[in-house]
């Protein structure tokens, strides 16, 4: 692709940042950002927000319980530092989105 080959043994994670990549996390926590951004802007009697408040009644399982997605949203929106009230303006909320997750680190190619 960027002539590197299996042989070379270069990481993946020197590859992303060569050809200015995005890892797979940060693909799809942009994603369940965008997707929080709109639910969070539907209105209170929409089905999607009466889904998410929804609490599901019965035992549970034995074991640590998993994560819930609100769970997992808000260790996103504490780590990017972003404030769950931004997504109520749209335009705030895109111009938070499409800030990088993660600086790309500056590739240095020895010539």
Same mark, same amino acid.
């Given at each position: ?28 926590? &942009? !994603? /369940? ?9 539907? =209105? %209170?009697?929409?089905?999607? @927000?009466?889904? *998410? +408040? ?7 399982? &034995? !074991? /640590? ?9 808000? =260790? %996103?929106?504490?780590?990017? @530092?972003?404030? *769950? +009230? ?7 909320? &895109? ?17």
């Amino acid at each position: 692709m960027c002539n590197a080959t299996l042989k070379d043994r270069k990481h993946s994670q020197e590859q992303r940042e060569r050809l200015g990549l995005n890892s797979i996390r940060n693909c799809i926590r &942009k !994603g /369940r950002l965008r997707w929080f951004g709109r639910v969070q802007r539907c =209105s %209170d009697d929409s089905l999607v @927000k009466k889904c *998410r +408040d929804t609490v599901v009644e019965g035992q549970q399982t &034995k !074991g /640590r319980p998993q994560k819930m997605w609100y769970q997992v949203v808000d =260790s %996103d929106l504490r780590s990017l @530092k972003i404030d *769950r +009230d931004l997504a109520q303006n749209q335009t705030e909320w &895109k111009m938070a989105m499409k800030k990088p997750i993660y600086p790309m680190q500056a590739w240095k190619i020895d010539v």
